[in-house]
């Protein structure tokens, strides 16, 4: 093999032996816990906020991984097994009194602690984050459907919620001429599918969820009435979901919206876990194929993308030689939907006459 394959090979190793315990350990972060505490001294109220703030951070990596209503369900263990399952502490922006505390926490756990307490309690739960989806929020305040009108409150709470850190990416349209000339409200509204899924095409995602909400503000009453349906578009569309919020005050709109997008986000987790729970036991497939490399850059580029693939579970390097890589893909689902699927992250998936399958991007497939 030549020294530059063998070189290349040696770091395309590294960075899958590294690749797997870092997805798990960011999985396992918990950031940004903001607790407050107050005792007889500095120091007492700085571990009263850690116990606060660890015990909060565990609870809010449950409520990623399980249902809500497994969720609840969970017993949590004494301070000192909580602070057993963490194996990394950071605090941020510390503010002290002479008997208070204030900080932000961010915690890494042990990712076979939270396992193990979930397994010994038989809490469903998953690791599987869904592929990204789109939301095309339309609001309703008279009558008329906006979709792309500015300004569209319903829009911009979605624009402000951030999912990063979830089971299911959120993404959002940019509403430029475009999205304008592609999808009007009612197009999204009368489920047009094709050009919901060219929509899908541009932002790179096989799930569009379009978000009907007909909002009402009583300011004689003081209070804000919204209804949402929630209509799914893709291979695997989620049920219809409908949803009722009301608030009794007519003052802050903006919260309102926000905390109403919180809970649909909270109803589409639950459908991702459903889903990804009864497929766990699934038989995956397992799918080889040659990626062309010229550089290291380009194996961490295509790599990077194939594991984006939500229906992949494992990528494993199989081989190097003066090609590319032959990698194994395990995956859920056909190589049909793979391809497609594959597609959304802008790669190509193609069978060749000679009987081996070929994952390059997009358009340099020959």
């Known amino acids: 093999m030549p020294a530059g394959v063998t070189r290349l090979a040696v770091l395309i190793c590294l960075i899958l032996s590294a690749a797997a315990p870092a997805a798990a350990a960011d999985l396992f972060t918990v950031r940004g816990i903001a607790v407050e505490a107050r005792a007889e001294s500095t120091e007492a109220a700085k571990q009263q906020a850690l116990v606060d703030a660890r015990r909060q951070a565990l609870e809010a990596l449950t409520a990623k991984l399980a249902r809500r209503g497994d969720q609840a369900a969970v017993q949590y263990p004494d301070d000192d097994a909580i602070d057993a399952m963490i194996a990394s502490t950071q605090v941020a922006d510390e503010q002290t009194a002479p008997d208070g505390y204030r900080g932000v926490f961010s915690f890494e756990f042990e990712p076979e602690a939270v396992r193990g307490l979930l397994r010994l309690q038989q809490i469903p ?32 709470a ?130 080889s194929a040659l990626v062309p490399l010229g550089s290291l850059a380009d194996w961490v580029d295509i790599s990077a993308r194939i594991e984006a693939i939500h229906l992949v579970r494992r990528l494993q390097l199989e081989a190097l030689n003066a090609r590319g890589a032959l990698v194994a893909i395990y995956h859920t689902g056909d190589a049909e939907r793979l391809g497609r699927a594959a597609q959304r992250q802008g790669l190509g998936l193609e069978e060749r006459p000679e009987g081996f399958w070929i994952i390059t991007p997009r358009g340099d497939v020959r």
Not at 128 to 150: I, K, N, Q, Y
């Open 158 to 287: 979605w624009e402000r919620y951030d999912s990063s850190t979830r089971l299911t990416p959120i993404r959002t349209p940019f509403g430029d001429v475009e999205d304008v000339l592609s999808l009007s409200a009612e197009q999204a509204l009368a489920g047009d599918e094709a050009a919901i899924e060219a929509l899908a095409d541009r932002y790179g995602v096989e799930t569009v969820l379009v978000f009907d909400a007909a909002l009402t503000i009583d300011q004689e009453a003081g209070r804000t009435d919204m209804d949402v349906s929630m209509m799914s578009y893709g291979p695997d569309p989620y049920p219809l979901v409908t949803r009722g919020f009301r608030a009794d005050t007519a003052e802050d709109v903006p919260l309102f919206l926000e905390q109403a997008v919180i809970e649909m986000v909270g109803e589409i987790e639950d459908l991702w876990k459903d889903a990804a729970i009864a497929g766990a036991g699934r038989e995956q497939q397992a799918l």
């Open 125 to 156: 739960f998953t690791e599987a984050r869904s592929g990204p989806m789109l939301v095309l929020p339309v609001l309703r305040t008279a009558g008329e459907p906006a979709l792309w009108a500015d300004p569209n409150p319903w829009l911009e």
